[in-house]
């Protein structure tokens, strides 16, 4: 499904600022596969994302995805197979347009975009459906602009925009990271729900171990550009946070210094 | 205040509140600065005049101009997405070249067409009185271009290219390709600033090649006192705004002549009026108090 070789990103390369964010990283993704990604800051997880995004350029290697090469593709014609929800409730919509606009501009992902209305009745009728699917009552609020909805309003919302049209990979970007408790509680009910009825390939960046063992089939851990763990089921059942702790420390021969991936 | 005063404002406000549209389309939507406008406006009107004295049809005079405006802005959205320079810098180079265009293609600095048939001319002969013929002409004008303009706002292209002003890596992870959005919306807004150049040089009954100086700032002003009259997120209403404001603005000149002011002070008072408002924000956020001593160290630091 989707396959990283040999990827290799840095930074202000040749400047005193040079950070090697993915070195020689590979990875397979199997159809279907829910991976979480876990790893202290600066390890590259979200590079990660991005890179597969086509945001970031590699600097070598290949990424495949759906049998095809695409790592020279601009982000915009990677989005054909690709929905993204980032950290920041913000990104994900379009603050001064409305509900059913920023969903009718997600429902072109990978078709050209027309001189035609872009919504009618009957997409209003699908999208009112679509909605009451997150129990937030958004689907009476189809035409007020997005600024007026909370984060987790906003983030649900980027999360169904984000499998409309029919993406096959879904990247997901701490997205519960800067909701507040009840919310990010009920994003992840809805990943899981999504999760269950699309059969999206699912990758998730997370802060939260216990959260990332939780969570989907495979679990890795990056450390300075590179993946150093990679469990999946059944091993992966038997894991806890504990074992990731002695893991790391065995692999790296430290401590894993980062306490926010500890606690939250 | 005379009717006239006011006929004459209601006019001039129309025919520029075109090129207004287009600054609303730049500014507001696209969110981007673009000056091709000082340039695309005087090209309108010394392409239609250019054709009007070489005899061609004033209509096909008018669409050829509007067609000629849209590759000037295609080409400031060229230079901007595809070579990489910064948005204003590519504005300004279309726009300092295409001083020398508009000089080359009406081979010198103004032409006449008090003796030439234009569209206000033609309207006239179709029984119109003279009195209402530009008002008429140019009200048919300003509706049909706001109600395609808003059309366009709410087709499937349209909405990709209002989520590109508003948010680039959106729209780019929703499949939209942005940077082809800013290219055509530079190209419709440079469209309807030359069709509003070629329309004036039509009305005034000239074409001049500094007619467009400060043409950008005679728009954003318009902008701005339309939304101040009424925000809203609403496209019809804030298409409709535009046009209102630039009548607005229009008056308030027309106001300042007849107190005496001189023509060649107005850009100065314009100018004032769009760092009035714009500053206003700032004024009135007594938390954000501009303390110009920090701001000034903090320009040098960065300088």
């Known amino acids: 499904m989707l396959i990283l070789k040999n990827v290799e990103k840095v930074f202000n390369q040749g400047q005193a600022t040079e950070n090697i964010a993915l070195h020689d990283l590979n990875l397979q993704v199997e159809k279907e596969e829910f991976i979480t990604i876990i790893g202290s800051n600066g390890a590259g997880k979200s590079t990660l994302l991005n890179v597969i995004a086509g945001v970031y350029s590699v600097d070598s290697g290949v990424i495949h995805m759906n049998g095809e090469v695409t790592t020279t593709w601009p982000p915009h014609e990677r989005a054909r197979h690709i929905g993204r929800v980032f950290q920041d409730p913000l990104l994900g919509t379009a603050a001064e347009m409305t509900i059913e606009e920023n969903l009718a501009l997600a429902r072109r992902r990978g078709q050209r975009r027309r001189l035609k209305i872009a919504i009618n009745n009957d997409l209003r009728n699908q999208f009112r459906s679509s909605l009451s699917l997150l129990g937030l009552g958004l689907e009476e609020r189809l035409e007020d602009p997005v600024s007026l909805l909370s984060g987790g309003q906003r983030q649900a919302l980027t999360l169904l925009m984000a499998t409309l049209g029919e993406p096959q990979v879904l990247l997901l970007d701490e997205h519960t990271a800067s909701l507040d408790p009840q919310s990010a509680k009920d994003i992840i009910k809805l990943t899981r729900k999504i999760k269950k009825e699309q059969n999206l390939t699912i990758l998730m960046v997370t802060h939260n171990m216990y959260q990332a063992l939780e969570l989907g089939d495979r679990t890795i851990m990056m450390d300075r550009g590179e993946i150093i763990l990679d469990i999946e089921e059944p091993e992966r059942s038997s894991f806890s946070v504990k074992d990731l702790q002695e893991r790391f420390a065995q692999i790296r021969g430290e401590q894993l210094g980062d306490d926010v991936m500890l606690l939250t | ?303």
């Open chain 2, 1 to 303: 205040m005379s009717i006239n005063l006011i006929i004459t404002s209601v006019e001039q406000g129309l025919v520029y509140g075109l090129m207004a549209l287009g600054v609303y389309l730049t500014f507001r939507v696209l969110d981007f600065p673009d000056l091709t406008v000082d340039g695309s406006f005087p090209l309108g009107a010394a392409v239609t005049a250019k054709l009007i004295i070489a005899g061609t049809n004033p209509l096909m005079a008018t669409l050829i101009s509007l067609s000629l405006g849209a590759v000037a802005g295609v080409f400031t959205g060229f230079l901007h997405t595809q070579l990489r320079i910064v948005g204003l810098l590519s504005g300004i180079l279309t726009m300092t070249a295409l001083y020398s265009v508009n000089l080359r293609i009406m081979g010198r600095s103004n032409l006449s067409l008090i003796r030439e048939p234009t569209l206000l001319r033609f309207m006239e002969n179709q029984g119109i009185p003279r009195l209402y013929v530009a008002i008429v002409a140019f009200l048919l004008i300003v509706i049909i271009t706001k109600a395609l303009l808003d059309f366009f706002l709410h087709t499937e292209m349209g909405l990709a290219l209002r989520a590109a002003g508003y948010n680039p890596e959106m729209t780019q992870s929703l499949g939209a390709n942005t940077n082809m959005m800013v290219i055509m919306g530079l190209g419709l807004a440079n469209s309807l600033a030359a069709l509003s150049g070629s329309l004036v040089a039509q009305y005034q009954g000239f074409s001049d090649v500094g007619m467009g100086i400060g043409m950008i700032i005679a728009g954003l002003a318009s902008v701005i006192i339309g939304e101040s009259l009424f925000k809203s997120q609403k496209i019809f209403k804030a298409t409709l705004a535009v046009i209102l404001g630039s009548i607005i603005y229009r008056l308030a000149v027309g106001i300042a002549l007849s107190l005496g002011f001189s023509p060649t002070d107005l850009k100065l008072v314009t100018a004032f009026l769009v760092i009035f408002a714009l500053a206003m924000p700032v004024m009135h956020n007594k938390k954000k108090k501009v303390n110009f001593r920090k701001w000034l160290q903090k320009g040098r630091a960065e300088l």
